[in-house]
T-cell receptor, first 110, second 112 residues
Framework: KNQVEQSPQSLIILEGKNCTLQ??????????LRWYKQDTGRGPVSLTIMTFSENTKSNGRYTATLDADTKQSSLHITASQLSDSASYICVVILNYQLIWGAGTKLIIKP | NAGVTQTPKFQVLKTGQSMTLQCAQDMNHEYMSWYRQDPGMGLRLIHY???????DQGEVPNGYNVSRSTTEDFPLRLLSAAPSQTSVYFC???????????FGQGTRLTVV
C-alpha cells in the first residue's frame, strides 16, 4: 500500500477558478511534508515545506494545509493561471527518507 | 546560476548497451541523488551520496552504478540496459539529506 496517496489523479479547471489537491499519508510522525510543482518535461520544484507542527504555509497563490489528526494535507490554488498547469507532488520526509506521492496532474483551460 | 545540470536530455539505447547519465551541481551541496520517474508512480530513489567518496543504494539500485569523485559531479551508469529501465531519470542535490532538493531537467531514456 502506498504510504502517500494523492487525489484526484488528474483535474481540469477553467482559468481563474480555485482548486484543492489532496494528499493522504500513513507515515507518522515525520519531520516535514513538502509540495512540489513539476512542469511537463522538467524536474520538480519546491512550493512549500511544512514541519509536523505547522498547520498552514503559503507561497503566493499556493496555500498548503496540514491536519496531523486525519493525516491529510491539501494544496489550495487560488485564481488559477495557465502557468499552473503541471503535476503537483506531495512528499513526506521520514527518517531522512523522502516518500513521494504519484502526483496530481492539473490542467488549466482558458 | 546553473543549479543542477543533467545530460543528455533524451537517449535511446539498445538492450545490453551501457551508458552514463551525467549530473553536475554548482551549489556546493553535499547530498546528491538519482531518481527514476515512471507513469503513475512516485519518484523512486536509485542511489544517493552524502559527500565526495561516499555512495549508497536507494530503493531500486539494481542495474545501476554511481560514483562521487568530486562534490560537483554524480554520474549514473547503466551497466547493461534493459527495457525495464525505460524511464525518466532525475538527478537532485541538497545541502543535507532532508533539506530542500533541487532537481535537474531530467533524462528521458528509452531502451529498445
Amino acid at each position: 500500500k502506498n504510504q502517500v496517496e494523492q487525489s484526484p489523479q488528474s483535474l481540469i479547471i477553467l482559468e481563474g477558478k480555485n482548486c484543492t489537491l489532496q494528499c493522504n499519508y500513513t507515515v507518522s510522525p515525520f519531520s516535514n511534508l513538502r509540495w512540489y510543482k513539476q512542469d511537463t518535461g522538467r524536474g520538480p520544484v519546491s512550493l512549500t515545506i511544512m514541519t509536523f507542527s505547522e498547520n498552514t504555509k503559503s507561497n503566493g497563490r499556493y496555500t498548503a494545509t496540514l491536519d496531523a489528526d486525519t493525516k491529510q494535507s491539501s494544496l489550495h490554488i487560488t485564481a488559477s493561471q495557465l502557468s499552473d498547469s503541471a503535476s503537483y507532488i506531495c512528499v513526506v520526509i521520514l527518517n531522512y527518507q523522502l516518500i513521494w506521492g504519484a502526483g496530481t496532474k492539473l490542467i488549466i483551460k482558458p | 546560476n546553473a543549479g543542477v545540470t543533467q545530460t543528455p536530455k533524451f537517449q535511446v539505447l539498445k538492450t545490453g548497451q551501457s551508458m552514463t547519465l551525467q549530473c553536475a551541481q554548482d551549489m556546493n551541496h553535499e547530498y546528491m541523488s538519482w531518481y527514476r520517474q515512471d507513469p503513475g508512480m512516485g519518484l523512486r530513489l536509485i542511489h544517493y551520496s552524502v559527500g565526495a567518496g561516499i555512495t549508497d543504494q536507494g530503493e531500486v539500485p539494481n542495474g545501476y552504478n554511481v560514483s562521487r569523485s568530486t562534490t560537483e559531479d554524480f554520474p549514473l551508469r547503466l551497466l547493461s540496459a534493459a527495457p525495464s529501465q525505460t524511464s525518466v531519470y532525475f538527478c537532485a542535490s541538497s545541502y543535507q539529506r532532508d533539506t530542500e532538493a533541487f532537481f535537474g531537467q531530467g533524462t528521458r531514456l528509452t531502451v529498445v
